[in-house]
């Protein structure tokens, strides 16, 4: 199995642009979860989907995040327009069904390293 | 609520030494629990885990018990290696209540030769 996959692994771009990070989860997985983590927080869960749909986004910071899910194998966090705050280790991760007899395994991916300057 | 809270670090030891790092819960219910290890430049892996009371999980020399009693979930270590040295987290996750997963703060651990 591939793993989570995210891209881009590292972005380095100027305050006021906009960024988009992606992440493919596990085939067969039905729950999504974004995360970011930075010294001064530690790890803070963003939002989450399952099977495709929202279901808690109240770790999003404001209005300037967006997160998609528009297929089962693909999901977005966009942050439009990024400030120097947001620079962090963001991170995608996947887990099982609750039936799978494997609930409550996250696998993460390889985080997305966001410099905003 | 559901809450994890585990020990402060940076934590620092010579290799051979023996490893705990305490991990307590706050959950209704019956969460499952799990220690995740982080790698420098990786993301979070899970190290082992355990779903009811009394349970014993364990992988690559670490352990942790199921504490219902202490609401705890403590990971040890005998015999620690350079290779261990990672940011620890403890977690426990919901999935009766959709699929939400709690996380530590993370402890930092650093063997020395």
């Known amino acids: 199995d591939a793993g989570v996959i995210q891209s881009p692994r590292h972005e380095v771009t100027e305050m006021g642009q906009e960024v988009t990070l992606r992440c493919k989860p596990i085939?067969?997985?039905?729950?999504l979860f974004w995360y970011r983590q930075t010294m001064m927080r530690g790890l803070e869960l963003l939002i989450y989907?399952?099977?495709?749909?929202?279901?808690?986004d109240s770790g999003m910071p404001e209005d300037r995040f967006s997160a998609k899910m528009p297929n089962a194998s693909f999901s977005t966090l966009k942050i439009q327009p990024s400030e120097p705050r947001d620079s962090a280790v963001y991170f995608c991760?996947?887990?099982?069904?609750?039936?799978?007899?494997?609930?409550?395994?996250?696998?993460f991916g390889e985080g997305s390293r966001l410099t905003v300057l | 609520g559901n809450s994890v809270t585990q020990m402060e670090g940076p934590v620092t030891l010579s290799e051979e030494a023996f490893l705990t790092i305490n991990c307590t819960y706050t959950a209704t219910g019956y969460p499952s629990l799990f220690w995740y290890v982080q790698y420098p430049g990786e993301g979070l892996q899970l190290l082992l885990k355990a779903t009811k009371a009394d349970d014993k999980g364990s992988n690559k020399g670490f352990e942790a018990t199921y504490r219902k009693e202490t609401t705890s979930f403590h990971l040890e270590k005998g015999s620690v290696q350079v290779s261990d040295s990672a940011v620890y987290f403890c977690?426990?996750?919901?999935?009766?209540?959709?699929?939400?997963?709690?996380f530590g703060t993370g402890t930092s651990l650093t063997v020395i030769p």
């Open positions: 991760a996947s887990s099982f069904p609750r039936t799978s007899g494997r609930p409550g395994e996250l696998f």
């Open positions: 977690a426990l996750s919901r999935t009766n209540t959709g699929n939400q997963f709690y």
């Open positions: 989907f399952n099977n495709n749909v929202p279901i808690d």
């Open positions: 085939s067969g997985h039905n729950s």
